[in-house]
């Protein structure tokens, strides 16, 4: 299995990150669908919506990833999305949080 | 799509300054309200601009975050609606964009927007602006009541200085058609069609002759207050009290196109409720006291005369000067009309009842004057 990515998140927030995490996954499922259906638009919706967020509660690569793929929505770059979507999965996946 | 992260309306115990975070994100919405409820305020959320619009129109905010991208009306459109309404045209909104995103500043301050919150959020940024925008809006508010305050006092002011003339429903006329009351005083002198009214009491000289003097004050403001009633109801202008006498005006300062009658109504209120004083000061004295009443409409000048340290508001003019000699012409308990002011309310006097005319000479005039003579019965029975 991959090493685990630690993410510090504020103590504060704690009892809003269940929630934050389990719309990402569901993100995750929209952002495949929507890269299936050719909707550049509802990708480059997602990816805003990640870029604001992400870095918000502390997830700066969310943001990061949200950037790339309204950027690469707005550019038509099929393959980049989806490097980035697999990308998304990956980080999804190994994420660790750590309250501070 | 999402669930919600935050509880939809949270409440600081103490808090009393309001925000409305508008976010269709419902994990940014969560965030945002988290950190304000941590300072101390109340936060409520909204999903879309249209229940953004909504929430407003119910219980306007202090403050709105509001998103820049939304599905329905996005946030340039609610803030533009927002600071386009008279209602809201003061509420702060702070717009949130993207930190590189330019042309959604330039679009906000197009808007009306009164600051920008970049996204990502940064808690001290979030912070410092909301206390800054807070603080702005205190002082705003604070300046509001003061204004307020200070408006509702002139008002005020002015309202006790229309008292001084006016019924308390003429004077609230004039204050609603001209708050400051500019309008009706602008010009120091003025000419006006009016219908002069005096009134005087008859039979007081020997009473006060008789009567201890610290009861004629009393008995003269209860006189006067009989008067002043009389004169209110019927939305005359009391312009002065002098001695035992009392000129009244009516068409002044606003116009009333049924002046002449309310004068004769007036006039026989006055002698009819002026009755039953009459009657126990008889009882309690032993002499007779009546009033006599003259009235004369034409054209007169209104205006405030006097030193500039003391001014009346008066009318001046022969109708007032006519008014005055029938008044004292006026047997107790007689109301005499002029013949102007006879012509303008013919068929009232055709319904009265005794009803008299007759030529009366008056000092300044070289013809005698025709005038119409109405006997009250005074309230109580004596004539």
Wanted: charged fraction near 25%; aromatic fraction near 4%; glycine fraction near 8%.
């Amino acid at each position: 299995m991959s090493e685990p990515i630690t993410v510090v998140v504020a103590k504060d927030l704690e009892d809003l990150v269940p929630t934050f995490m389990k719309n990402r996954g569901k993100e995750l499922e929209t952002l495949r669908a929507a890269l299936n259906a050719g909707d550049v638009e509802q990708l480059r919706q997602l990816g805003h919506r990640m870029r604001g967020v992400g870095t918000s509660y502390g997830f700066e690569k969310v943001s990061v990833l949200g950037k790339q793929i309204e950027d690469g929505a707005g550019a038509g770059d099929r393959a980049g999305l989806a490097a980035r979507i697999v990308e998304y999965s990956d980080y999804l996946a190994r994420v660790k949080i750590v309250y501070e | 799509m999402s669930d919600f992260a935050a509880a939809p309306l949270a409440k600081a115990e103490q808090a009393a300054f309001r925000v409305l975070v508008v976010d269709d994100d419902p994990d940014m919405a969560g965030f945002l309200v988290r950190l304000l409820l941590q300072q101390g305020l109340q936060a409520e959320t909204a999903a879309d601009g249209r229940s953004a619009l909504e929430k407003i129109a119910a219980a306007p905010p202090d403050l709105v975050l509001l998103d820049v991208q939304m599905p329905g009306p996005d946030g340039f459109d609610i803030c533009r609606r927002l600071k386009g309404q008279e209602a809201t045209a003061l509420l702060p909104v702070v717009l949130l964009t993207a930190l590189e995103d330019q042309d959604s500043r330039v679009r906000g301050i197009e808007a009306g927007a009164d600051d920008f919150l970049s996204k990502p959020v940064r808690r001290e940024e979030l912070i410092a602006r909301v206390k800054t925008l807070r603080r702005l809006h205190e002082t705003r508010k604070e300046l509001e009541g003061r204004r307020l305050a200070a408006e509702v006092l002139e008002k005020e002011a002015i309202r006790k200085a229309f008292s001084r003339y006016l019924s308390p429903r003429l004077a609230e006329r004039v204050l609603r058609d001209s708050p400051r009351g500019e309008d009706v005083f602008r010009d120091l002198s003025d000419r006006a069609a009016v219908v002069a009214l005096f009134a005087d009491l008859r039979g007081f000289t020997r009473l006060s002759e008789t009567v201890p003097v610290s009861s004629i004050v009393p008995m003269l403001n209860e006189f006067f207050t009989v008067l002043t009633a009389a004169v209110h109801e019927n939305e005359g202008t009391v312009f002065s009290m002098a001695g035992d006498s009392m000129l009244v005006g009516f068409n002044v300062p606003v116009t009333q196109v049924d002046a002449a009658a309310r004068a004769v109504t007036t006039g026989r209120a006055i002698i009819q409720r002026f009755g039953p004083v009459a009657a126990r000061w008889q009882a309690e004295h032993g002499l007779s006291t009546g009033i006599g009443v003259g009235i004369e409409s034409g054209e007169v000048v209104v205006g405030n005369v006097g030193a500039p340290s003391f001014m009346s508001y008066t009318i001046i003019g022969d109708p007032v000067n006519v008014a005055a000699r029938l008044m004292q012409r006026a047997a107790p308990n007689e109301l005499l009309i002029g013949p102007n002011a006879a012509l303008a309310v013919n068929s009232m006097l055709a319904r009265s009842a005794p009803l008299e005319r007759r030529a009366v000479e008056l000092k300044g005039k070289a013809e005698p004057v025709e005038v119409v003579s109405l006997k009250i019965a005074p309230a109580g029975g004596r004539r």
